[in-house]
Antibody, heavy 116, light 107 residues
Framework: EVQLVESGGGLVQPGRSMKLSCAASGFTFSNYGMAWVRQAPTKGLEWVATISYDGSSTYYRDSVKGRFTISRDNAKSTLYLQMNSLRSEDTATYYC?????????WGQGVMVTVSS | DIQMTQSPASLSASPEEIVTITCQASQDIGNWLAWYQQKPGKSPQLLIYSATSLADGIPSRFSGSRSGTQYSLKISRLQVEDTGIYYCLQRYSNPWTFGGGTKLELK
């Protein structure tokens, strides 16, 4: 059974950093691209970043480019999202998802609240 | 960026009815479109990929179609468990963009 379990969220002050993790199981992690998608409270879905199966290629939405870094450790079957210089508009539930477009499996999500 | 205009924003329908949700792409995206369902308090679930292909485990009452740059999700024989918010997603070009969502309620 495919499982994606996010961790690392919580309350953080504006301008500070936070790192999210997503532990994957039930499939060969190193064969799949992965992505982060977020959802602000009561809002719709927003793609954040994607990484290729081997980590050689990464893609970001403009609003997080230069502040967020997506990475992976295939030996640990874990996806990461390093978020720096956080802003209030980054407040959202962050989902880890499998694939580079056909997001076929999703984690349960982790809440990140950016507030002073 | 490619804009995905989804309609209607909300709808209410009765069990066994047929409903259709549409997404209009601002430019050609080929068949690089997927549909997702998000039930209240849950993560999204893939329903349709490549505009018309049914994802694994999804009931056949869900179907997708394309006409030019307009994409449709049809739900035949609506069931109570189909309540939720539906989103389209284009993955033709970066940034991948979602439609604004359609909230489906059952009467």
């Amino acid at each position: 059974e495919v499982q994606l379990v996010e961790s690392g969220g919580g309350l953080v002050q504006p301008g500070r950093s936070m790192k999210l993790s997503c532990a994957a199981s039930g499939f060969t992690f190193s064969n799949y691209g992965m992505a982060w998608v977020r959802q602000a409270p009561t809002k719709g879905l927003e793609w954040v970043a994607t990484i290729s199966y081997d980590g050689s290629s990464t893609y970001y939405r403009d609003s997080v480019k230069g502040r967020f870094t997506i990475s992976r450790d295939n030996a640990k079957s874990t996806l990461y999202l390093q978020m720096n210089s956080l802003r209030s508009e980054d407040t959202a539930t962050y989902y880890c998802t499998r694939g580079t477009g056909n997001f076929d499996y999703w984690g349960q999500g982790v809440m990140v609240t950016v507030s002073s | 960026d490619i804009q995905m205009t989804q309609s209607p924003a909300s709808l209410s329908a009765s069990p066994e009815e047929i409903v259709t949700i549409t997404c209009q792409a601002s430019q050609d995206i080929g068949n690089w479109l997927a549909w997702y369902q998000q039930k209240p308090g849950k993560s999204p679930q893939l329903l349709i990929y490549s505009a018309t292909s049914l994802a694994d485990g999804i009931p056949s009452r869900f179907s997708g179609s394309r006409s030019g740059t307009q994409y449709s999700l049809k739900i035949s024989r609506l069931q109570v468990e189909d309540t939720g918010i539906y989103y389209c997603l284009q993955r033709y070009s970066n940034p991948w963009t979602f439609g604004g969502g359609t909230k489906l309620e059952l009467k």
